[in-house]
Nanobody, 120 residues
């Protein structure tokens, strides 16, 4: 079992940037895919971005071109750089560790979430 701890959320004005970080401990290693999801108030949790063990990435259409996911295997960390933030990006952001090497595997562990609020 891997433990995930997110950081970096906060309040930002529209057009601004934030960078989220997720530190992994427990079952660590570079062979597992990692991802970010978000959940807005009253809505379901949805996929945002993922990165596999080779560094290949995939994004939801809603964030493509604005968000960038990256990983540092030496530090067991995955990050989400969010630029050109809009009020619609307001949500709790969750780090996820997949149970396999790609994002087609199920999510094995979730972080506790970090709040991102974008004001207009």
């Amino acid at each position: 079992q891997v433990q995930l701890v997110e950081s970096g959320g906060g309040l930002v004005q529209a057009g601004g940037s934030l960078r989220l970080s997720c530190a992994a401990s427990g079952r660590t290693g570079s062979n597992y895919a990692m991802g970010w999801f978000r959940q807005a108030p009253g809505k379901e949790r949805v996929f945002v971005a993922a990165i596999n063990w080779r560094g290949d990435t995939t994004y939801a259409d809603s964030v493509k071109g604005r968000f960038t996911i990256s990983r540092d295997n030496a530090q067991n960390t995955v990050r989400l750089q969010m630029n050109s933030l809009q009020p619609r990006d307001t949500a709790i952001y969750y780090c996820a560790s997949y149970a396999g090497t790609t994002w087609f595997a199920s999510v094995g562990s979730w972080g506790q979430g970090t709040q991102v609020t974008v004001s207009s």
